[in-house]
């Protein structure tokens, strides 16, 4: 009954989100915080106030949501825990600015970075040219080749973690392949400087797409979005999930050049016309128009990361240094499966891959300061 394509098909496995017992969610990377109230204000109006628009199509591209995404990105420079905020009013720090506007017509959005991600790898990977992937990144790029039916070229991570840009720059040229990675990465939460990333684009082929998915940037990365002027061949993915709260309201986006733009259009208007609900659309509009709050929240969570990162220095764990919103951590007596259980039986969930290579690791997402109080707790205790 179910076609070849179905039998192939090896699904992402989201971090659990159990029903039987209230845990602290340190497993999925979500923001602790929750939307501005600007944001709950809008979606009780909209739904109070314009029922009818719940009865009607929704807007298919998005339009000012677009427009409120690009005036976020040039107050912010794309990276809210460096910005400097004033009140209600943000700029972005000297080092993050950008230097041209970015325009609505530069960004796409969806249904979560997630679907915006398959819509990319439809638009601008082909199965019979093997796609290059660092070893570890996130998980659901491999699944996407696997779906579309592009073979992949699986790059081995250096010693210290990052990633051998050499290496993948060499098998793309050879494959005559584009190129996708995170950064920062995941689950190592190690970045790449803008600099690098520029190097990276000057020896590849520009006739190729370069996908940099930019999910934890606004937690401590260096954004890319300052080299589209320069390099035509380049794409940014970004996300509403992580720094701006709203992994529930199932947001990402684009920043890219209009011509890149207008062919992910095509996909997304071949296969799912209406991806973003009316009120999805409202809360992400008023989410954009209060850039101070989740700037607030950014820092919060990059000062919470760095408390905790003391604290795993001063117990003896080991631990890659973070740039984003998670980290991942070993404790050198004791395997990953064991501390995985041992702080789930305090009430608190970190993930932890059964992958070999980070097996003996668990990423542990930053909560707010009461939940790494608990946390630390936990831990202490192992
Ligand atoms: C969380 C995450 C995403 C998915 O984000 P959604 O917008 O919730 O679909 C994409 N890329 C990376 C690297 C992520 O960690």
Request: glycine residues 6%; charged residues 25%; aromatic residues 10%.
């Amino acid at each position: 009954m179910i076609s070849n394509r179905m039998k192939n098909l090896h699904p992402y496995v989201p971090g659990e989100q159990p029903k039987d017992r209230v845990y602290i969610k340190l497993n999925a990377n979500e923001n602790p915080y929750a939307p501005s109230t600007k944001v709950q204000d809008a979606v009780v109006d909209f739904v109070k106030n314009n029922p009818m628009k719940l009865a009607l199509y929704p807007d298919p591209d998005s339009l000012e949501l677009h427009a409120a995404i690009a005036e976020m990105l040039n107050k912010t420079g794309g990276v809210l825990c460096n910005a400097v905020v004033d009140g209600e009013d943000v700029k972005p720090s000297e080092k993050d600015k950008i230097p041209f506007t970015v325009t609505p017509e530069m960004v796409y959005s969806g249904n979560g970075s997630d679907e915006v991600l398959s819509f990319v790898f439809y638009a601008f990977f082909d199965s019979g040219k093997k796609l290059v992937l660092p070893e570890f990144t996130y998980s659901f790029y491999p699944v996407y080749a696997g779906f579309y039916n592009i073979e992949t070229d699986v790059v081995p991570m250096k010693k210290d973690w990052s990633l051998d840009t050499n290496e993948m720059l060499n098998r793309a040229s050879k494959n005559g392949s584009g190129l996708i990675f995170a950064n920062p990465n995941a689950p190592s939460g190690i970045g790449l400087s803008r600099a690098e990333i520029r190097e990276m684009l000057l020896k590849a082929d520009k006739d190729e797409i370069f996908v940099v998915d930019e999910a934890y940037c606004d937690f401590g990365g260096e954004s890319c979005i300052p080299l589209l002027e320069e390099f035509k061949n380049l794409l940014i993915v970004r996300t509403f999930s992580k720094s701006l709260c709203g992994a529930g309201m199932r947001l990402g986006y684009i920043v890219a050049n209009p011509e890149l733009i207008n062919y992910v259009t095509t996909v997304k208007n071949s296969l799912n016309h209406f991806p973003i609900d009316a009120v999805a659309q409202i809360a992400g509009v008023a989410a954009c128009k209060n850039p101070a709050y989740y700037c607030e929240c950014a820092k919060k969570v990059a000062e919470e990361r760095e408390t905790f990162q003391n604290f795993l220095s001063e117990k003896g764990w080991e631990y890659i240094p973070s740039r984003t919103n998670f980290v991942l951590v070993r404790n050198p007596k004791v395997s990953g499966e064991q501390v995985y259980q041992k702080i789930k039986k305090e009430g608190i969930l970190v993930r932890h891959f059964s992958t070999k290579g980070i097996e003996d690791y668990v990423r542990i997402t930053i909560g707010t300061k009461e939940q790494m109080d608990a946390l630390k707790k936990a831990m202490e205790a192992i």
